[in-house]
């Protein structure tokens, strides 16, 4: 017990001092063990895999510099899935200093080709519930950025297991009126008394609560369906190719 506390009291000292008492290596292996267990599950052990940006990139796209780094690891990205932190400020220093050494890995390599991805986005039928440069439907999430704020491996999972990876917030929804007429949406806005959703056409339904016969709620589905059987591996890598480029501009 004593000792505990006192390789507490250590670490706790160590971390006050400037960065060259607890030494450079030292940093490191620290910010190491914390992004593994508070980022990896959504950046991947490595920062370039999971349902997180992928950090292992040498610039990144929000976190510009240091000071914009350490803020975003302390308070998150409001309006995002990335989450604020309880770290101490010399953890947090510790995790951007390791976030740091990520950016100096090789870019991943991902297969395919852009520019056929771009052309197989454009004759498919995406653009019906995605928005992509101000133009599409609006049932699915906008993919401007999708680039920089998800993996290459997320991307691919999103085209080939669309329920697997359904983002936080999102809910499909099925209700069938009084009258006997049912309709399947994505939920816009829900209150105690009323529901908004849109169906994949994109138009806006809203009803009472007390005009439904039932209103079934799904947190796992995905109105977009599996695109594994309906593209070759090599289309598949294409377009997952051009999806990493959304944003990034590379
Ligand atoms: C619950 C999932 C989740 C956790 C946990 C998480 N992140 Fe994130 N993070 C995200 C998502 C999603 C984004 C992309 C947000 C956006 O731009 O839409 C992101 C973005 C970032 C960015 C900005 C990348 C850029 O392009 O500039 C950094 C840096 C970052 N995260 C670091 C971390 C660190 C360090 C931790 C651990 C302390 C962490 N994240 C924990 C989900 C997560
Ligand atoms: C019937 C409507 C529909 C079609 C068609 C569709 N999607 Fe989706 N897509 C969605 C919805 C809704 C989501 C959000 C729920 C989910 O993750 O499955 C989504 C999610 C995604 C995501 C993950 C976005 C994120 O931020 O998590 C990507 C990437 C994506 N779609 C790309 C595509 C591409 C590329 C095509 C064409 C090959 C396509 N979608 C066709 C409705 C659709």
Redesign the pocket.
Known sequence: MKHALTARWLLLIGSLLPVPALGQDGQLAEGRQLFLSQCGSCHGPFGNGGKGANLAQPRLRRATDDEALQNIIRRGIPGTEMPSSFLAPSQVSSIAAYVRTLGRVEPEEIPGDAARGAEL?AS???Q???TLDGRGGI???P?DD?GT??SAAY?RE??TQ?DA???RG?VQLTVVTQDGREFTG?RVNEDGFSVQFRD?SGALHSFWKDELQTLEKNFQR???ES?ESRLSPEQLDD?VAY?VTLGGGE
């Open positions: 986005y498919l039928d995406c019906v519930c995605h049932v699915g999430p993919l999708v704020r998800r991307l999103s085209l669309p990876s359904v983002p999102f994505v994949l995905s109105p977009m695109y377009v999806l």
